[in-house]
């Protein structure tokens, strides 16, 4: 039953069709190699094992019938701890939420069960979502299949780890700072962030926020680009309460080769620079790509400032970060806001001067934003695909210090901590669709993944450039110790 572990969704649930191996048959390989593997890794945390087998086995029922659900017919996963299952608790990482059980599923989960996927369990997250890694009081620390002293990324770190190690078929996380991105990266998986508002975050909340958060998305996780492109097609479209007013049509990449494409390489930036090792890699991919015929350039930029770009992002992400926060705590970055000088332009700096945000500056933010996506737009007039790294270095070590007083090393140089956030903004303050796929391991032995970026709603053009460059490259393949 190895074997299985790594397939992709799409051959799992071919596999179960065909009547090689059963659903539960299936079911209980993974919850054998999560009691088995998830010791070192606490990568799924929150544990639906009994009802999964009764899915499972309700799956079976059907296939015997030639009844098939949908195009997941039978297919065990796990997801994010963030989305809502009906009866497992959704706490974000936070203790005071530790006994709030769901009554309801999230549209993601509802959807993704329709299409005839079942439930394993939950993956870990940060404390409020809001980290590069994954750990909390309530659930402990995820560790990256790849090196356990090592970080598997945040905060859909979990989710990451799990397909990594072979612990789930399928995954769903979220991304406002990268949370999609980051994981995909570090643990060497296929990561999609959508275009902003494609797929409904119903059900990706805790009590009393109903309202889709700005800028941030949910989107799917998996081993290959085929899973990515099932996954949104079933999970993408209107939420529930907009589904009688709109509907969605994304465009398709119809017989396009990589040959055919014009591709922009962004290797670094002085605003985050990365390590020589990554930028190497984005070029490898231009000179595969030019190889082949593709029209390749490493000067073309869109028509934007970056710092514009940068602050706007800055401004609605913290904006959105400190929505829940409580008045005390808003009052003390009010005074801290305060006390700023036009030159304090750190990151620390940032995250105190736009955690409270006034509607003003807000819409001030919010026009920025929209220019970012006109300039975005003109730029993909000419352009198909853009390569940019995802963050500026593989896997780090754990480090559970002082939030804000947390530095990495980059090449030696130390970097905020939170400079980390510029290849994530850079794509998310413009609503652009964003697949990180995998390019194979660094000198350390980590995963490198790199982001192809495409237009608003080309979702599926970034996506099946992954699965191409897959063909040349190599795509996914197991952590050592892991594939046994």
Known sequence: MVHYAFKSAVDLARSIKAKEVSALELTDMYIQRIETYDKNINAVVVRDFERARDAAKAADTRLARDEVTGPLHGVPMTIKEAY???????????????DNIAIEDSDTVRRLKEAGAHFIGKTNVPLSLADFQSFNEVYG????????????GGSSGGSAAALAAG??????????????RNPAHFCGIYGHKPTWGIVSDVGHSLPGQTAPADIAVVGPMARSADDLALSLDIIAGASRTDVKGWQLT??????????????????????????????????????????????????????????????????????????????????????????????????????????????????????????????WQAFFEEWDILICPQMAIAAFPHDHGEYMARTLKVDNETQDYFQQIFWSGLITVAHLP??????????????????????EFHDHFTIDFARQIADEIGGFFPPPGFDQ
């Not at 009906?86 to 939420?97: A, D």
């Not at 660094?442 to 237009?455: F, M, N, R, T």
């Open 84 to 98: 809502d299952i009906e009866g497992l608790p959704t706490t974000w990482g936070i203790p005071e939420f530790k």
């Open 141 to 152: 620390t995820t560790s990256n299949p790849w090196n356990p002293d090592r970080i598997p």
């Open 167 to 180: 612990l789930t078929g399928l995954e769903a996380g979220s991304d406002i700072g990268g949370s999609i």
């Open 250 to 375: 994304l465009p398709r990449p119809v017989n396009r080769k990589l040959s055919e494409l014009k591709v922009a390489l962004w290797q670094s930036d002085t605003m985050a620079p990365v390590t020589a090792e990554i930028s190497d890699r984005v070029q490898m991919i231009g000179d595969t790509l030019s190889k082949l015929g593709a029209s390749v350039s490493d000067r073309a930029r869109p028509a934007i400032d970056l710092n514009e770009s940068h602050e706007a992002y800055s401004s609605l992400l913290w904006g959105v970060m400190s929505a829940a926060m409580p008045e005390e705590e808003k009052q003390t970055q009010r005074e801290i806001r305060a006390g700023l000088t036009d030159d304090d332009r750190s990151i620390a700096a940032n995250y105190a001067r736009y955690s409270v945000q006034e509607h003003g500056e807000w819409a001030t933010q919010n026009e920025k934003r929209y220019q970012l996506r006109q300039a």
């Open 434 to 455: 964003s697949t990180v796929f995998p390019t194979g391991p660094s000198k350390e032995g980590l995963p490198i993944g790199l982001q192809a970026v495409s237009a």
